[in-house]
């Protein structure tokens, strides 16, 4: 390969992330080790099954999936760079539970399971609210980092402790104001 076949592989990468970071309004920006335990926490025990929306590189849905063997955890992403490198570290983890997805999570007609995390955008949490509100059963937990679905309401809110991001953790059923589960 030449120095410029090389350039020009580099050049179609970055202008792949960037049209796609341009399309969906989000950066494929990582969890840090240290976030995802925190909100690794929240999952409940007896969770089977978890799916990350815009699992970006991978990191969340890795980490779940390394700290809680017990669950399937499924990542689902557009963006097919962090979507190709997620997909080649989980082979190389070697984790039989974890699973990636290409897809617009928008569009996907798919049981998103007991627990959705997600990191997305503050522009894309009214999608994500409507998506989850028809396709996950009552009781299922939401933990959204950073972002608050509008109109919901949380049954806690947390000030993480790497960083100054806000973890906002809704369940089904009594997500919206007025309706118990
Ligand atoms: C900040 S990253 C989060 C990465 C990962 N969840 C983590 O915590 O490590 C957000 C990701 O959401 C993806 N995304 C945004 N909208 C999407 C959509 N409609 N369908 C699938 N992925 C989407 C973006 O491409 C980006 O990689």
Known sequence: MTDLSVLALVGV????????????????????????????AYIPNDTRAV?????????????????????????????PIPYAISRMRSILAA???????????????RDPGDVVVCFVDPRAMEDIGDVLSQRMASGGIVLSRAFAVPGWQAFGEVPMKTGNDRLYLYRIGSHKPGIVA
Do not use: Q
């Open 95 to 109: 984790t039989p539970n974890l699973d990636f997805i290409r897809a617009d999570y928008r569009s996907l007609d």
């Open 13 to 40: 990468i970055l202008a792949l992330i960037l049209v796609y970071a341009i399309r969906l309004r989000a950066v494929p920006m990582p969890t840090s080790a240290k976030a995802a335990n925190e909100i690794i």
């Open 51 to 79: 799916t990350d929306f815009g699992s970006g590189w991978g990191d969340m849905a890795l980490a779940i999936a390394r700290a809680r063997p017990d669950i399937k955890v499924t990542g689902i992403e557009l963006s």
